[in-house]
């Protein structure tokens, strides 16, 4: 069996962009090199400028790269044989305002050449998988900002692709949507299809990627899967207390709110004599949270880290 | 107060429209001086020549009905013959205008006439534009003129039966009796002919015959009264002198009257075409 | 169920995706109020001839033709200029291309759909208008057959200042797209000019280049036959013929370097 080409290749990817009239340049993405394999969910992730989305449109063709390659399932992005089996959802996407849902989807589905009847089929289920159903009557002018992100995704699965290219996909939603999409997402992967997003939000990728990358000025500052994220063992313990906290830790409060303090304790030693001390003060222990470095404190190190090299 | 300001806006407008009235109008009786040559306005036209050639005309046709105007004729040759031309030759109606206004307001006959003989130039095929100059050259005495612009008229694809009626009237008129009873003898067999036009044909026919025959006599009277020094005592001794053939009847078979002592001739037969 | 299983990607027609976006196009401006607009407009120019023809002496009807068939080609010009220069960019300036020229669409198809689509809506138009002109023109007992030539060929203008516009739109911005396309417009109504114009400059270079431009800008006036119909004068055949085929020809290739152009571009 042939080896099976990687779903997402980047090869030296080198995208600069000229100034007002032509002068100046701007760097966006500086040699970026990248390979997703099928099945897994990828987290592209950097803070804003860092050229993520210049890296998602020159993976779908809407960029031409300066330098370097890229390859969605082997085939060049210009190819529409390698669009075919890719779904895209641009960042903050805005469709056309005067077309109902089920239009919308509907033209997707001819550019796909999906027969009418199928067509019928598949937006009625893609709407009930997103969550829109018996809503996409209206147009889409009337839609709110978590239902166009809906809509959104339905056209980038609606052809049942091999990859799914998503940009910030969940940038805008309120904590529900953003629950919805996150689940989405993780139901494309037990589809056995391959996702690629890119995210400036830690915790959205913390919870979906099995690999992520940093990018920082156009570069891969990071590259892995979040178990090899540092060190996994608990660094510190956070301790909510409502009461009077024991006077040995009164030094250790991180905040306090509504009658709830929170305790930061070093270790697990110290967190055992906390936990008895507390009902011996008259307080009582609400719940206790491990905390490990998070994609956050990684993020922050290696963004810091680019901004100090660079400067 | 919104009120307030947009009465105050409504009455200072009122007011200024009704200063502007008092002084009257500011532009001079020359505008017409700007009308801009037909090339130009075609240029500007862009494609929609014929709608300019609308405008202009519709224009036209509002400031010559100002009867105000002292010299509102001086331009009415350059409107009618040239610009609206320019803008669109086949718009026959502007010549028509044109020309009607030029003979019958202006009495410019000749400038009339120029505008038909454009209007002819760039529509060969419409006779209503020989037919009208046919009439203007007749009005204006130009018989020999209007017999050929209704010769023209006649020609056309289209042209109705009365052109060749009308022209040989013209014929007539410019005194060539035999061509014009010619032409209505024509008419008079043609088998296209209808009742009414060989009915006229026929009676032209009549006094053409008649008054050709007058002049004949008349002439040879006075040949003979040259060559002799008095008039001959009867119309036979013109036959007799070798004057004329014979001495001719008219369409009612009776002979022509004839004063030996002042040598006239003179008809019995009805009414004759013209002479008074 | 795996992604191996469904992947089975359809190749769609060519033409397929030119359809679905010219089908979208079309709705796009038939649920637009600019659109209604302009055909009011249209409409009102078409049924005031009526009014303005009483002002005339001689044939009201020339010049309800006149206004009627000029108020068709303006209002139709207008649109394919400004809805024309407006089509390719509303969809990069809403960012609406992204996701539709990341499906299987070519970027020719996406530019030819667009195009497509716009010469549906200025079909429609110029069909509503004449519609309007027959009508008025059959109430008062008019011919109008001798007419359908020139509307043909308006048609065909129309199609080709279109193109224009989606030249210039495929890499300016709109109000230069629409300066271009409006000077394109000028300029082919001008072009008999330079034959004027050849006789005046010397023998040699200047001449030539007076004859390439002359042969190489579009002339619209090849494509106005409504001075003549309105006379009740008959095109010929072969006439109409070859002045569609020019019009249309000119059109394509004109689409064609649009295409080009669209081809290279960045969408940033």
């Given at each position: 069996?042939?080896?099976?080409?990687?779903v997402?290749?980047?090869d030296?990817l080198v995208?600069?962009f000229r100034?007002?009239?032509?002068?100046?340049k701007?760097?966006?993405v500086?040699?970026?090199?990248?390979?997703?394999?099928?099945?897994?969910?990828?987290?592209?992730?950097?803070?804003?400028?860092?050229?993520?989305?210049t890296?998602?449109?020159?993976?779908m063709?809407?960029?031409?790269?300066?330098?370097?390659?890229?390859?969605?399932?082997?085939?060049?992005?210009?190819?529409?044989?390698a669009?075919?089996r890719?779904?895209?959802l641009?960042e903050n996407?805005?469709?056309?305002?005067?077309?109902?849902?089920e239009?919308?989807?509907?033209?997707?589905?001819r550019?796909?050449?999906i027969?009418a009847?199928?067509?019928?089929?598949r937006?009625?289920?893609?709407?009930?998988r997103?969550?829109?159903?018996g809503?996409?009557?209206?147009?889409?002018r009337?839609?709110?900002?978590?239902?166009?992100?809906?809509?959104?995704?339905?056209?980038?699965?609606?052809?049942?692709?091999?990859?799914?290219?998503?940009?910030?996909?969940?940038?805008?939603?309120?904590?529900?949507?953003?629950?919805?999409?996150?689940?989405l997402?993780?139901?494309q992967?037990?589809?056995?299809?391959?996702?690629?997003?890119?995210?400036?939000?830690?915790?959205?990728a913390?919870?979906?990627?099995?690999?992520?990358a940093?990018?920082?000025?156009?570069?891969?500052?990071?590259?892995?899967?979040?178990?090899a994220?540092?060190?996994?063992?608990?660094?510190?313990?956070?301790v909510?207390?409502?009461g009077?906290?024991?006077?040995?830790?009164?030094?250790e409060?991180?905040?306090?709110?509504?009658g709830?303090?929170?305790?930061?304790v070093?270790?697990?030693e110290?967190?055992?004599?906390?936990?008895?001390?507390t009902?011996?003060?008259?307080?009582?222990?609400?719940?206790?949270?491990?905390?490990?470095e998070?994609l956050?404190?990684l993020?922050?190190?290696?963004?810091?880290?680019a901004a100090?090299?660079g400067? | 107060?919104?009120?307030?300001?947009?009465?105050?806006?409504?009455?200072?407008?009122?007011?200024?429209?009704r200063?502007?009235q008092?002084?009257?109008d500011?532009?001079?009786?020359d505008?017409l001086?700007?009308?801009?040559?037909?090339?130009?306005?075609?240029?500007?036209?862009?494609?929609h020549?014929?709608?300019?050639?609308?405008?202009?005309?519709?224009?036209?046709?509002?400031?010559?009905?100002?009867?105000?105007?002292?010299?509102?004729?001086?331009?009415v040759?350059?409107?009618?013959?040239?610009?609206?031309?320019?803008?669109?030759?086949?718009?026959v109606?502007?010549?028509?205008?044109?020309?009607?206004i030029?003979?019958?307001?202006?009495?410019?006959?000749?400038?009339g006439?120029r505008?038909?003989?454009?209007?002819?130039?760039?529509?060969?095929?419409?006779y209503?534009?020989?037919?009208?100059?046919?009439?203007?050259?007749?009005?204006?005495?130009?018989?020999?003129?209007?017999?050929?612009y209704?010769?023209e008229?006649?020609s056309?694809?289209?042209a109705?039966a009365?052109i060749?009626?009308?022209?040989a009237?013209?014929?007539?008129?410019?005194?060539?009796?035999?061509?014009a009873?010619?032409?209505?003898r024509?008419?008079?067999?043609?088998p296209?002919?209808?009742?009414?036009?060989?009915?006229?044909?026929?009676?032209?026919?009549?006094?053409?015959?008649?008054?050709?025959?007058?002049?004949?006599?008349e002439?040879?009277?006075?040949?003979?009264?040259?060559?002799n020094?008095?008039?001959?005592r009867?119309?036979?001794?013109?036959?007799?002198?070798?004057?004329?053939?014979?001495v001719?009847?008219?369409?009612?078979?009776r002979?022509?009257?004839?004063?030996?002592?002042?040598?006239?001739?003179?008809?019995?037969?009805?009414?004759?075409?013209?002479?008074? | 169920?795996?992604?191996?299983?469904?992947?089975?990607?359809?190749?769609?027609?060519?033409?397929?995706?030119?359809?679905?976006?010219a089908?979208?196009?079309?709705?796009?401006a038939v649920?637009d109020r600019?659109l209604?607009?302009?055909?009011?407009?249209?409409?009102?120019?078409?049924?005031?001839?009526?009014?303005?023809?009483?002002?005339?002496?001689?044939?009201?009807g020339?010049?309800?033709?006149?206004?009627?068939?000029?108020?068709?080609?303006?209002?139709?010009v207008?649109?394919?200029?400004?809805?024309?220069v407006?089509?390719?960019?509303?969809?990069?300036?809403?960012r609406?291309?992204?996701?539709?020229?990341?499906?299987?669409?070519?970027?020719?198809?996406?530019?030819?759909?667009?195009?497509?689509?716009?010469?549906?809506?200025?079909?429609?138009?110029?069909?509503?208008?004449?519609?309007?002109?027959?009508?008025?023109?059959?109430?008062?007992?008019?011919?109008?057959l001798r007419l359908?030539?020139?509307?043909?060929?308006?048609?065909?203008?129309?199609?080709?200042?279109?193109?224009f516009?989606?030249l210039?739109?495929?890499?300016?911005?709109?109000?230069?797209?629409?300066?271009?396309?409006?000077?394109t417009?000028?300029?082919?109504?001008?072009?008999?000019s330079?034959e004027?114009?050849?006789?005046?400059v010397?023998?040699?270079?200047?001449?030539?280049?007076?004859?390439?431009?002359?042969?190489?800008?579009?002339?619209?006036?090849?494509?106005?036959?409504k001075a003549?119909?309105?006379?009740?004068?008959?095109v010929?055949?072969?006439?109409?013929?070859?002045a569609?085929?020019?019009?249309?020809?000119?059109?394509?290739?004109?689409?064609?370097?649009?295409?080009?152009?669209?081809?290279?571009?960045?969408?940033?």
């Open positions: 069996m042939p080896i099976e080409p990687p997402v290749r980047l030296g995208k600069t100034g007002h009239l032509g002068l100046g701007h760097v966006a500086d040699g970026l090199t990248l390979e997703v394999r099928r099945g897994e969910i990828f987290g592209l992730l950097g803070p804003n400028g860092a050229g993520k989305t890296t998602l449109k020159t993976m063709g809407l960029l031409r790269p300066d330098r370097g390659e890229v390859r969605l399932l082997g085939l060049s992005p210009t190819d529409p044989a669009r075919a890719v779904g895209f641009p996407p805005y469709f056309y305002d005067y077309l109902t849902g239009e919308f989807l509907d033209f997707y589905g550019l796909h050449g027969p009847a199928e067509r019928r089929r937006i009625a289920e893609i709407l009930a997103v969550g829109l159903e809503r996409s009557r209206g147009s889409l009337k839609f709110s900002k978590g239902m166009v992100q809906r809509i959104g995704l339905a056209q980038a699965l609606l052809h049942r692709p091999e990859l799914v290219v998503l940009d910030e996909p969940m940038s805008g939603l309120d904590p529900i949507g953003r629950r919805e999409v996150r689940d997402i993780l139901a992967r037990e589809a056995g299809r391959t996702v690629f997003f890119s995210s400036h939000i830690l915790q959205d913390e919870m979906l990627c099995d690999r992520v940093i990018l920082v000025r156009g570069r891969v500052r990071y590259e892995g899967t979040l178990d994220l540092g060190d996994r063992q608990p660094r510190w313990f956070e909510a207390i409502v009077p906290v024991p006077a040995e830790w009164s030094g409060v991180c905040s306090s709110q509504g709830q303090t929170l305790v930061r070093p270790d697990v110290t967190l055992t004599r906390l936990l008895a001390a009902p011996a003060a008259g307080g009582q222990v609400v719940s206790v949270w491990p905390r490990r998070t956050e404190d993020f922050l190190r290696h963004v810091g880290a100090e090299g400067a | 107060m919104p009120l307030v300001l947009f009465l105050l806006g409504v009455a200072g407008a009122a007011s200024g429209l200063g502007l008092r002084i009257g500011l532009r001079t009786a505008e001086l700007y009308l801009p040559n037909g090339r130009y306005l075609r240029i500007v036209s862009l494609g020549r014929a709608l300019m050639a609308d405008l202009v005309y519709l224009w036209a046709i509002q400031y010559y009905s100002n009867y105000d105007r002292a010299d509102r004729f001086r331009y040759e350059h409107v009618f013959g040239n610009v609206i031309p320019e803008l669109d030759p086949h718009y109606d502007a010549y028509t205008l044109g020309a009607l030029l003979t019958v307001e202006a009495k410019d006959v000749d400038a006439l505008v038909l003989d454009k209007g002819m130039r760039d529509n060969p095929d419409d209503l534009l020989p037919y009208l100059a046919g009439w203007e050259a007749y009005h204006a005495g130009l018989y020999e003129r209007s017999a050929r209704f010769a008229a006649a056309k694809p289209g109705p009365v060749l009626r009308n022209r009237g013209a014929v007539a008129r410019a005194g060539d009796l035999r061509e009873y010619a032409l209505w024509e008419l008079y067999l043609d296209g002919s209808d009742a009414v036009t060989r009915g006229v044909a026929e009676r032209r026919m009549r006094d053409l015959a008649v008054r050709i025959d007058l002049e004949t006599l002439r040879a009277v006075e040949r003979f009264r040259t060559r020094g008095r008039p001959p009867a119309l036979s001794e013109l036959v007799r002198a070798g004057e004329i053939r014979e001719p009847i008219d369409p009612d078979g002979p022509y009257a004839y004063d030996p002592s002042s040598g006239k001739v003179g008809s019995t037969a009805g009414r004759i075409l013209g002479n008074p | 169920m795996t992604a191996t299983a469904e992947a089975a990607p359809r190749r769609p027609r060519v033409t397929a995706a030119v359809g679905a976006i089908l979208n196009t079309f709705r796009e649920r600019i209604y607009l302009l055909l009011a407009f249209a409409l009102l120019m078409i049924v005031s001839s009526r009014v303005l023809s009483m002002l005339t002496v001689g044939d009201e020339k010049i309800i033709k006149d206004l009627g068939l000029s108020s068709i080609s303006i209002f139709g207008l649109t394919s200029v400004f809805v024309g407006s089509l390719v960019f509303k969809e990069i300036d809403k609406t291309v992204y996701t539709l020229l990341a499906n299987p669409v070519r970027r020719w198809q996406f530019v030819v759909g667009k195009f497509a689509g716009l010469a549906l809506v200025l079909l429609m138009n110029v069909v509503l208008m004449s519609a309007a002109l027959v009508a008025l023109l059959l109430a008062r007992g008019d011919t109008v359908v030539p020139a509307i043909v060929l308006i048609y065909v203008e129309l199609l080709l200042v279109t193109a516009a989606f210039f739109s495929s890499f300016a911005n709109p109000i230069l797209s629409a300066i271009g396309t409006v000077a417009y000028v300029v082919g109504h001008l072009s008999w330079f004027l114009l050849k006789d005046r010397p023998e040699g270079a200047p001449r030539v280049l007076c004859d390439v431009l002359h042969a190489a800008l579009p002339n619209l006036d090849r494509l106005d036959v003549r119909v309105v006379h009740d004068l008959a010929p055949g072969p006439f109409l013929g070859w569609a085929l020019y019009g249309v020809s000119y059109a394509l290739a004109v689409l064609v370097v649009a295409c080009v152009v669209f081809e290279r571009r960045d969408f940033n």
